[in-house]
């Protein structure tokens, strides 16, 4: 059975930072992997999918990688700022009845 | 603008009633879903649909029930048989199952039962 994890739960940062959130699933066997934010009391915006046969993907100021042997996706911020506050989740798509399997999300708080 | 709608935003209801969470979307979607939210569990799939008149239950389908009429709308019932029905409820939807297609959410239900 698919289990994704995302690691650390919360994360502290000031301004400016470079940061990366991680994700890592136990079943290569993925058609994409997909990338959210959460704003409190909010739907789940996208920011960035992955199908398996990519890399990476680019977007503004975020970036994904897939690496899909090891089981992981790394989500990197550049520069970051306060807007940037919110849980990340990350989600994979094993194709199997359509269902993604979700990580818990990290909670990230970007202090001015 | 295209979008999924999930009304309302609030629902309060007495512990014993059914509700029903509206989900309407117009990107011309042939998937839909619904997630329940809970504090340190993630998200949870209830139910979901690839195609009008057909759905599929997920992991936590006992005590909810679906319909899809139209390809558009997408309404999820809460009854009197779920047990812990207090929760953030999100609806999703994309255009197929498939490697390219990115899922999209509403903005969220939260019901409250007392």
């Known amino acids: 059975k698919q289990e994704v994890t995302q690691i650390p739960a919360a994360l502290s940062v000031p301004e400016g930072e470079n940061l990366v959130l991680n994700c890592s699933f136990t079943?290569?066997?993925?058609?994409?992997l997909q990338w959210f934010r959460q704003d409190p009391g909010k739907g789940l915006t996208s920011l960035l999918l992955?199908?398996?046969?990519?890399r990476e993907q680019t977007s503004g100021r975020l970036n994904a990688s897939l690496d899909k042997s090891s089981g992981r996706s790394t989500l990197y911020i550049a520069a970051s700022q306060p807007g940037d506050s919110a849980t990340y989740l990350c989600?994979?798509?094993?194709?199997?009845?359509?269902?993604?399997?979700f990580g818990k999300g990290t909670k990230l708080s970007v202090k001015p | 603008d295209g979008g999924i709608t999930q009304s309302p935003k609030y629902l309060f209801r007495k512990e014993g009633q059914n509700v029903t969470l509206s989900c309407e979307q117009n990107?011309?979607?042939?998937?839909m879903y619904w997630y329940r939210q809970d504090p340190g569990q993630g998200l949870r799939l209830i139910y979901y649909?690839?195609?009008?008149?057909?759905?599929q239950k997920g992991d936590i389908a006992e005590g909810y029930s679906v319909s899809r009429e139209k390809k558009e709308s997408f309404p999820l019932t809460v009854t009197s048989a779920q047990k812990n029905p207090t929760a953030f409820y999100l609806c999703?939807?994309?255009?197929?199952?498939?490697?390219?297609?990115?899922?999209?959410f509403g903005n969220g239900t939260r019901l409250t039962v007392t």
């Open positions: 999703a939807s994309r255009l197929r199952q498939g490697a390219d297609s990115p899922l999209h």
């Open positions: 079943d290569s066997a993925i058609y994409n």
């Open positions: 992955i199908q398996s046969s990519q």
């Open positions: 989600a994979v798509d094993g194709g199997s009845q359509g269902n993604l399997i």
């Open positions: 990107l011309n979607h042939d998937a």
């Open positions: 649909s690839q195609i009008v008149n057909d759905f």
